[in-house]
């Protein structure tokens, strides 16, 4: 039997494959493209270097946190360690929202920003992108294999 | 396999990578390699299937803030 779909089929379900990989992979915050924003530019390549280490502290935290919370439940340790990634949340929006800001100072529009950047005014939204541009970066394990 | 066991493996699996963007250790290299792995098969995914879980995952627990 033959299970080979007819080329015409195929060419038809092409843009569906497209649209269903696109689903499978839009978490990822596209870097390069957030590096390509401050090329060349020695004041805003160190802040994006801030940019990422905070995301990576407040990556951290929230996976702290919810493994106390999967663990040992609502207790006092983890009512400490949501404390801490509450508070590393906050720092996390003010280093983003300090970040675009100064982004915009160097002549960037919001158009060259905002489809790379999350709503800084948004804590969730923030929290979001910090998770997703710190889990992006280890995307890069496997290439590497 | 239950949800919080689940949860929990992709906690897991989050923290070896971390130890990785942070440059304490490369995971293709060591025993955290040969976990990943290990939390790949159990989970049934590959590693970009496992970050994607892990992503959607910890960015579900963000809007509960």
Redesign the interface.
């Given at each position: 039997m033959n299970f080979e779909l007819p080329e015409q089929d195929v060419q038809e379900l092409e843009p569906l494959r497209e649209e269903f990989e696109q689903i499978?992979?839009n978490?990822r915050v596209p870097l390069n493209q957030i590096e390509n924003l401050v090329a060349g530019n020695s004041n805003l390549e160190e802040m994006l270097e801030d940019v990422l280490d905070q995301c990576?502290r407040y990556?951290?935290t929230?996976?702290e946190q919810?493994?106390t919370l999967?663990?040992e439940g609502r207790g006092e340790d983890h009512a400490e360690k949501d404390m801490a990634r509450?508070i590393t949340?906050t720092a996390t929006q003010d280093t983003l929202r300090a970040f675009a800001r100064n982004l915009i100072r160097s002549g960037k529009t919001a158009t060259d920003i905002y489809p790379l950047l999350p709503n800084t005014e948004s804590?969730?939204s923030c929290?979001?992108f910090a998770?997703?541009l710190?889990?992006s970066?280890?995307?890069k394990?496997?290439q590497?294999? | 396999m239950n949800i919080?066991k689940r949860?929990?493996l992709l906690?897991e699996y989050?923290?070896i990578?971390?130890k990785?963007?942070?440059g304490v250790k490369l995971?293709?290299t060591d025993s955290d390699g040969v976990r990943?792995k290990e939390i790949q098969e159990i989970l049934g995914l590959?590693?970009?299937g496992v970050?994607?879980e892990?992503?959607?995952y910890?960015?579900g627990?963000?809007?509960q803030?």
């Open positions: 499978g992979t978490w990576v990556t951290k929230v996976l919810q493994e999967l663990t509450s949340h804590r969730a929290g979001q998770l997703r710190t889990l970066r280890g995307v394990t496997e590497s294999k | 919080s949860k929990l906690i989050g923290k990578v971390l990785e963007i942070e995971p293709s990943m590959n590693h970009d970050m994607r892990v992503s959607e910890l960015g627990t963000v809007s803030d």
